[in-house]
T-cell receptor
Framework: DAKTTQPPSMDCAEGRAANLPCNHS???????VYWYRQIHSQGPQYIIH???NNETNEMASLIITEDRKSSTLILPHATLRDTAVYYC????????????FGPGTRLSVLP | EAQVTQNPRYLITVTGKKLTVTCSQN?????MSWYRQDPGLGLRQIYY???????DKGDVPEGYKVSRKEKRNFPLILESPSPNQTSLYFC????????????FGPGTRLTVT
């Protein structure tokens, strides 16, 4: 699976958009980009995933560059409850094997 | 309510005393998985199961066993726990494989002395 690079931490003002970047320059054509988040020590929560098209759901938007070497997770109106560690994971459809979470980005939403 | 449950949530035990952490899901998911989370190492997969009676090793399977006799349950067994298995453990499930949204349990904090 391709390696991902995320900033270790970011701040965002409450009510503003939070843009979390992820670099995955070695991504292969069959690898998906996934985003999960973990609030404190709770179980991780799925946010969104995509292959090459931009995706949007009720939680966030995922923007993948045309060359697929990077992506951005957008939380359109961040709230204090969005403070969490956000994980960007790139992997092929390996049906379960070795799904690894890296260190992620610690997002702090400030009042 | 759709959920993944784990028991116990907290456990302190001694080296060598066999223990089982239970995991159950009520969503009729085929795929289930166990992870451990350690400071500085992130979440790492221990074992996963694609369906009943189908299990396979993840990234860090040493010292652990699993079984999948029923679709809803996926217990994690530590036959002879050691202090290096002190960790936060999460169970997860998804519809079919990890390409689908994985639902995680609340976690089990295990301390082995």
């Amino acid at each position: 699976d391709a390696k991902t690079t995320q900033p270790p931490s970011m701040d965002c003002a409450e009510g503003r958009a939070a843009n979390l970047p992820c670099n995955h320059s070695t991504i292969s054509g069959n690898e998906y980009v996934y985003w999960y988040r973990q609030i404190h020590s709770q179980g991780p929560q799925y946010i969104i995933h995509g292959l090459k098209n931009n995706e949007t759901n009720e939680m966030a938007s995922l923007i993948i560059t045309e060359d697929r070497k990077s992506s951005t997770l957008i939380l359109p109106h961040a709230t204090l409850r969005d403070t969490a560690v956000y994980y960007c994971i790139v992997r092929a459809d390996n049906y379960g094997q070795n799904f690894v979470f890296g260190p992620g980005t610690r997002l702090s939403v400030l009042p | 309510e759709a959920q993944v449950t784990q028991n116990p949530r907290y456990l302190i035990t001694v080296t060598g005393k066999k223990l089982t952490v239970t995991c159950s899901q009520n969503m009729n998911h085929e795929y289930m998985s166990w992870y451990r989370q350690d400071p500085g190492l992130g979440l790492r997969q221990i074992y996963y199961s694609m369906n009943v009676e189908v299990t396979d090793k993840g990234d860090v399977p040493e010292g652990y066993k699993v079984s999948r006799k029923e679709k809803r349950n996926f217990p994690l067994i530590l036959e002879s726990p050691s202090p290096n298995q002190t960790s936060l453990y999460f169970c997860a499930s998804s519809l079919k494989g990890d390409r689908y949204e994985q639902y995680f349990g609340p976690g089990t904090r295990l301390t082995v002395t």
